[in-house]
């Protein structure tokens, strides 16, 4: 999985966050108030997610490492998040990234 490719034209980086922050926030609050999961594993899994963001953020000015940390290997994703890795897949897809 990496983010997707397509720029959104006339938007700076802060817009561009601000509006995939919102497109995120009703799936985030989704997660964690799914049933199949207890509130440990919905938290968890929020928190492995965020850290997938932020390195991806973190790697921005950097083309060699944004290279390296724009790939997220599903069967890796889905081992470290065990139940919640469909609901935690449909955040990866709205923050950007796609299946290879």
């Known amino acids: 999985m990496e983010p997707a490719a397509e720029?959104?034209?006339g938007m700076d980086?802060?817009?561009?966050l601000r509006r995939?922050?919102?497109e995120l926030l009703p799936a985030a609050k989704a997660l964690l108030e799914c049933q199949q999961l207890t509130p440990q594993?919905?938290?968890?899994?929020?928190?492995?997610?965020?850290?997938?963001?932020?390195?991806l953020l973190c790697q921005l000015e950097d083309p060699?490492?944004?290279?390296?940390?724009?790939?997220?290997?599903?069967?890796?994703?889905q081992k470290k998040l065990g139940?919640?890795?469909k609901q935690a897949l449909q955040l990866l897809f709205l923050a950007g990234f796609r299946e290879e």
């Not at 594993?41 to 390195?55: N, T």
């Open 20 to 22: 995939q922050g919102e």
């Open 64 to 77: 060699d490492s944004l290279e390296k940390f724009r790939r997220v290997k599903a069967s890796a994703l």
């Open 13 to 16: 980086v802060a817009a561009r």
């Open 83 to 85: 139940a919640a890795f």
């Open 41 to 55: 594993q919905a938290l968890g899994s929020l928190s492995v997610l965020v850290d997938i963001v932020d390195r």
């Open 7 to 9: 720029p959104v034209t």
